[in-house]
């Protein structure tokens, strides 16, 4: 079964730095998606960037870019010039490939990140 | 686009009482999702449905819960004979798949939720 570990409950930082959060996964299987969603307190997730696991280049959204190490199963996310509305739940998940039948996301626990003034 | 809406978007229910979630995905998405979140943790899949066929349920998904998609359009979840253990927020979640897709970006609602006194 796929598993998805997120080992940072909270994170800080201040604004226009940079922050890393971090996801580990473990699958058997070689094609799957990975995503990071951001949930806003009181308002709905969203999707902040995907990875497909076959494109060794590493996905990039504006000021979102992912570290996609396939070998280690990490899927990190850094966030670049932080802002105040980045403060947010942010999830790791993953899906596996359409083939397999399913599309059943499995997530992490979640890190919350809180942007500094 | 309007979006993923759910309704109510709070409900509090007595222990044994019935509850029942609507759902409407974004127009044109032939996927919908059911997902489980309690707080402090990721979404956990419930069931998805492709057009109106339920194609996947979890085994979180007792007895006591049903979900429907009739015509293919909204969704509904009810759950019978609530219990303590059922409060959380339900989120409900759709995306476009076609044949042959190689991704699966799901989009979702601002999710219901359900506390159980």
Not at chain 1, 21 to 33: G, V
Request: charged share 20%; with cysteine; proline share 3%.
């Amino acid at each position: 079964a796929q598993t998805v570990t997120q080992s940072q409950p909270e994170m800080s930082v201040q604004e226009a730095e940079t922050v890393t959060l971090s996801c580990t996964y473990d699958t058997s299987e070689n094609n799957y998606y990975l995503f990071w969603y951001k949930q806003p307190p009181s308002r709905q997730m969203i999707l902040v960037i995907r990875q497909e696991a076959y494109k060794q280049q590493n996905a990039t959204e504006n000021r979102f870019s992912v570290n996609f190490q396939k070998a280690a199963k990490s899927f990190s996310l850094k966030i670049s010039d932080s802002q105040l509305g980045d403060t947010a739940m942010y999830f790791c998940a993953f899906m596996k490939h359409a083939t397999s039948g399913t599309y059943k996301y499995i997530f992490g626990t979640g890190t919350r990140l809180k942007v500094l003034a | 686009d309007t979006g993923v809406s759910q309704d109510p978007r709070h409900k509090i229910t007595k222990r044994g009482q019935n509850v029942t979630f609507r759902c409407d995905p974004i127009s044109e998405h032939n996927r919908l999702y059911w997902y489980r979140q309690t707080l402090g943790q990721g979404p956990e899949f419930l069931t998805y449905f492709q057009n109106e066929a339920q194609l996947e349920k979890s085994r979180l998904l007792s007895d006591r819960f049903s979900a429907e998609r009739p015509k293919g359009s909204f969704s509904t979840l009810e759950i019978q004979r609530t219990e303590q253990g059922d409060s959380a927020m339900y989120l409900c979640a759709s995306s476009l798949g076609q044949a042959g897709d190689s991704g699966n970006t799901i989009y979702f609602g601002e999710g219901s939720w359900l506390t159980v006194v």
